[in-house]
């Protein structure tokens, strides 16, 4: 149910638990020549092999990717993909 006025967007347990997903969905195209979905273990594997080549062929520093920049860097890449795509990143 969803009520307006003072308990505007209130949405009952039952609801919400079968509408939304446990975990987010991820899309990319690295593991695949189109846009897919992507499991995250699959995709920590892919990652892990590209950094490490990279450092080793330009830094002696082991590099780590955290689960909350994999999806970042995902919606970069979606966006920068797009036909005039541009983002603003800031911090």
Do not use: C, T
């Not at 992507?38 to 892990?48: W, Y």
């Not at 950094?51 to 330009?58: A, C, G, P």
């Not at 082991?62 to 993909?81: G, K, N, P, S, T």
């Amino acid at each position: 149910n969803i009520y307006f006025g003072e308990n505007s967007l209130q949405v009952s347990q039952d609801e919400a638990a079968q509408g939304i997903p446990s975990k987010p969905i991820l899309y990319g195209w690295w593991l695949s020549q189109h846009y897919a979905p992507v499991s995250r273990q699959a995709l920590s594997k892919f990652l892990s092999a590209r950094l490490r080549v990279f450092y080793e062929e330009e830094l002696d520093v082991q590099l780590v990717m955290f689960d909350e920049a994999v999806d970042h860097v995902l919606r970069i890449d979606r966006i920068l993909r797009q036909p005039m795509g541009h983002v603003l990143l800031v911090g």
